[in-house]
């Protein structure tokens, strides 16, 4: 299966399904060893939310997918929030 990456498109030609589903199931085929638990999963999103620097799910202080980032267990927020 061949990866397709977004790169620099606009936020008009965004399909938000489409990075749903390739966020989900990049999340799901994540081995559950490198994988957050669902609880501190949960936690570590509402904290995002809370955050200024979160804008249409991407952190503005690294540029990072924060559901990405968030599900994975070496993953650290920039401002050590969490």
Same mark, same amino acid.
């Given at each position: ?20 589903? #390739? ?12 994988? #957050? ?20 799910? #991407? ?24």
């Amino acid at each position: 299966m061949t990866e397709r990456r977004c790169r620099k498109c606009l936020l008009e030609e965004f399909d938000r399904e489409a990075y749903l589903r #390739t966020l989900k199931e990049h999340i799901d085929s994540t081995p559950p060893r490198e994988r #957050t638990p669902e609880d501190v999963y949960a936690r570590r999103l509402e904290t995002c939310k809370s955050c200024d620097f979160l804008e249409t799910g #991407t952190c503005l202080a690294c540029g990072c997918f924060v559901e990405l980032r968030a599900a994975s267990r070496r993953g650290k927020c920039p401002y050590q929030k969490w």
